[in-house]
């Protein structure tokens, strides 16, 4: 059976795609970028999220603490670049969470391309993960990783 539309319409509706950022001194540039793509369902409802595992072959389930639900969840940016982002190309999101996964999905590529490893790379990852998700939470301000921006 193919459930490829049954999950385009779920993570549409309960999936995100995001990119954080956490300060690394060891790390050239200073800063980690972890690009990663998940899925939340309540654990009387988990079946839909062990389907995803095996359809994607990749990634993991959890409990996330912040809400007691699970979290399908893929981080391996071999497996974001070669399986989940070419599944949502064949499978185009009908909300406006198309175009976050756009711009996730730039991002992924520029990171394989370790653009991530200079500061105008950096620099352009930052601006695409900073237009995503407009209303969700964010640990780090632009002004964090980028202090020296001047404000217009």
Same mark, same amino acid.
């Given at each position: 059976?193919?459930?490829?539309?049954?999950f385009? /319409?779920?993570?549409?509706?309960?999936g995100?795609?995001?990119?954080? %950022?956490?300060?690394?001194?060891?790390?050239?540039?200073?800063w980690e970028?972890?690009?990663?793509f998940?899925?939340?369902q309540?654990?009387d !409802?988990? #079946?839909?999220?062990l389907?995803?595992? &095996?359809? %994607? /072959?990749? /990634?993991?389930?959890?409990? $996330?603490?912040?809400?007691?639900t699970?979290?399908y #969840?893929? @981080?391996?940016?071999? $497996?974001?670049?070669? !399986?989940i +982002?070419? %599944?949502?190309? /064949?499978?185009?999101?009908?909300?406006?969470? &198309?175009?976050?996964? #756009?711009? %996730?999905? @730039?991002?992924?590529?520029?990171v394989r391309?370790q653009?991530? !490893?200079?500061?105008?790379?950096? !620099?352009e +990852?930052?601006?695409?993960?900073m237009?995503?998700?407009?209303?969700?939470k964010r640990?780090?301000?632009?002004?964090?990783i980028?202090?020296?921006?001047?404000?217009?």
């Amino acid at each position: 059976m193919d459930l490829s539309a049954y999950f385009a /319409g779920f993570v549409d509706g309960e999936g995100c795609f995001t990119v954080s %950022f956490s300060p690394r001194s060891k790390l050239l540039i200073g800063w980690e970028v972890r690009p990663s793509f998940s899925v939340s369902q309540n654990a009387d !409802r988990s #079946e839909v999220l062990l389907l995803m595992r &095996q359809q %994607f /072959g990749c /990634g993991s389930i959890r409990p $996330d603490r912040s809400d007691k639900t699970l979290k399908y #969840e893929v @981080r391996c940016l071999d $497996d974001l670049v070669e !399986r989940i +982002i070419p %599944f949502f190309e /064949g499978h185009p999101l009908l909300s406006s969470k &198309q175009r976050d996964f #756009e711009r %996730f999905a @730039r991002v992924c590529k520029l990171v394989r391309n370790q653009a991530h !490893r200079t500061e105008l790379g950096l !620099r352009e +990852i930052v601006s695409l993960a900073m237009a995503m998700n407009p209303s969700g939470k964010r640990k780090f301000a632009l002004e964090a990783i980028f202090p020296q921006e001047l404000k217009l």
